[in-house]
């Protein structure tokens, strides 16, 4: 018996296997190893839990990383953007930083959080 042979009608090659069985040559692409970030992170997980349909069609055809890069530098963009604007609002500027800082960091903590809440309801968990 052949090592391995190749299917015409169905396009597949497969490998003799010490059992006697023929298996398929499947191979997933390569995707390179990159740190995907926070919020990358948090959107693999939820995709994982509860839409894992969606998951495993990005995890097989090798696009699951550029997925979680482009939610996490979106995110974090959008995050930065929110807390940059409400402290404007607020007049939470240099001034009170040199005034008052721990009033400055409570709100830009809190400013950062009311961020964070937002943006992962809106584009993380979808």
Same mark, same amino acid.
């Given at each position: 018996?052949?090592?391995?042979?190749?299917?015409? !009608? @169905?396009? =597949?090659?497969?490998? $003799?296997?010490?059992? +006697?069985?023929?298996?398929?040559? %499947?191979?997933?692409?390569? *995707?390179?190893?990159?740190?995907?970030?926070?919020?990358?992170?948090?959107?693999?997980?939820?995709?994982?839990?509860? !839409? @894992?349909? =969606?998951?495993?069609? $990005?995890?097989?055809? +090798?696009?699951?990383?550029?997925? %979680?890069?482009?939610?996490? *530098?979106?995110?974090?963009?959008?995050?930065?953007?929110?807390?940059?604007?409400?402290?404007?609002?607020?007049?939470?500027?240099?001034? =009170?930083?040199?005034?008052?800082?721990?009033?400055?960091?409570?709100?830009?903590?809190?400013?950062?959080?009311?961020?964070?809440?937002?943006?992962?309801?809106?584009?993380?968990?979808?």
């Amino acid at each position: 018996m052949e090592k391995h042979i190749f299917d015409e !009608k @169905n396009g =597949l090659h497969y490998t $003799l296997a010490e059992d +006697g069985m023929y298996y398929t040559d %499947l191979a997933l692409p390569e *995707e390179e190893d990159v740190w995907v970030g926070k919020y990358g992170l948090l959107r693999e997980t939820y995709l994982q839990e509860h !839409k @894992n349909r =969606l998951y495993m069609s $990005l995890y097989l055809s +090798g696009e699951l990383n550029q997925h %979680l890069l482009e939610i996490n *530098e979106q995110a974090q963009t959008q995050v930065d953007q929110l807390v940059i604007r409400w402290a404007k609002l607020n007049g939470c500027d240099e001034t =009170l930083k040199a005034t008052d800082q721990m009033e400055w960091v409570g709100r830009m903590n809190n400013y950062k959080m009311m961020a964070e809440e937002l943006v992962l309801n809106e584009l993380v968990y979808r």
